[in-house]
Antibody, heavy 118, light 106 residues
Framework: EVQLVESGGDLVQPGGSLRLSCAGS????????MHWVRQAPGRGLEWISR????????DYADSVKGRFTISRDNAKNTLYLQMKSLRAEDTALYYC???????????WGQGTQVIVSS | IQLTQSPSSLSASVGDRVTFTCRAS??????LAWYQQKPGKAPKRLIY???TLQSGLPSRFSGSGFGTDFTLTISSLQPEDFATYYC?????????FGGGTTVDIK
C-alpha cells in the first residue's frame, strides 16, 4: 500500500526551528513531485510548498517563503521541511502529499503537529 | 486561481441527496479534484479531473462541471459521509484549495 508517514512535529518557541520528515513507501519516490500542506486549528487547507521529483525545483507559498526550505533525499525516500523563524501563525497540522499532476494529491500522510508557543 | 465553495456548511439527514459547489476565479477546464476530510484524519481524494471517481469509492459520490463551475453530489448520504469536503484546482501553480463545505447531521 502506498504510504506517507510524517514525523518531527513538536512544541517550539517563537523564533525557533524545526525539521519535518515524510517517509514514502511502496511507490517509486523519485518519480513524483511532493508537497507540504498545512491546516491550522479549525481552518482549511493551505498549500505551503512543493518540490520536483529530482529535488532541483522548490516552490513556496508567500506565507513561508524565506523561512521554510523543502528538500528531499530520494535514496532514503524521504521528504523534508526545514522551518525557521517560526511564528504563532505557523501552528498547524502539517501534511505531506504525493503529486499526481492533473489528478491532484494522493495519498496524504497522517500529519504531524507543530505548535509554536512560548 | 481562487476557489469559492458554497455553502460553507450544511445540515442533512442520512439518505438525503446533497450537492455543493466550487467556483473558480478563472477557467480551469476540468482540472479539479475533490477531497473528503473526517475529523482528526488526513484529507482523502474522492474525485479528480472533475468527474473521475477514485478507485474503490462508492458510486454515490459524483462530480461534474467544466470551466469555472463544479459540483460534488452525494446521491444518498450515509453516516460515514459526514465530513468536510474541499476542492482543489490542478490547472496552474500555485496549488489552491477552496474553503471547504462541512456536512453535518441534521
Amino acid at each position: 500500500e502506498v504510504q506517507l508517514v510524517e514525523s518531527g512535529g513538536d512544541l517550539v518557541q517563537p523564533g525557533g526551528s524545526l525539521r519535518l520528515s515524510c517517509a514514502g513507501s511502496d511507490f517509486t519516490f523519485t518519480y513524483y513531485w511532493m508537497h507540504w500542506v498545512r491546516q491550522a486549528p479549525g481552518r482549511g487547507l493551505e498549500w505551503i510548498s512543493r518540490i520536483s521529483n529530482d529535488g532541483t525545483t522548490p516552490d513556496y507559498a508567500d506565507s513561508v517563503k524565506g523561512r521554510f526550505t523543502i528538500s528531499r533525499d530520494n535514496a532514503k525516500n524521504t521528504l523534508y521541511l526545514q522551518m525557521k523563524s517560526l511564528r504563532a501563525e505557523d501552528t498547524a497540522l502539517y501534511y505531506c502529499a504525493r503529486d499526481k499532476g492533473a489528478d491532484g494529491l494522493d495519498p496524504w500522510g497522517q500529519g504531524t503537529q507543530v505548535i509554536v508557543s512560548s | 486561481i481562487q476557489l469559492t465553495q458554497s455553502p460553507s456548511s450544511l445540515s442533512a439527514s442520512v439518505g438525503d441527496r446533497v450537492t455543493f459547489t466550487c467556483r473558480a476565479s478563472q477557467d480551469i477546464s476540468s482540472y479539479l479534484a475533490w477531497y473528503q476530510q473526517k475529523p482528526g484524519k488526513a484529507p482523502k481524494r474522492l474525485i479528480y479531473s472533475a468527474s473521475t471517481l477514485q478507485s474503490g469509492l462508492p458510486s454515490r459520490f459524483s462530480g461534474s462541471g467544466f470551466g469555472t463551475d463544479f459540483t460534488l453530489t452525494i446521491s444518498s448520504l450515509q453516516p460515514e459521509d459526514f465530513a468536510t469536503y474541499y476542492c482543489q484546482q490542478t490547472h496552474s501553480y500555485p496549488v489552491t484549495f477552496g474553503g471547504g463545505t462541512t456536512v453535518d447531521i441534521k
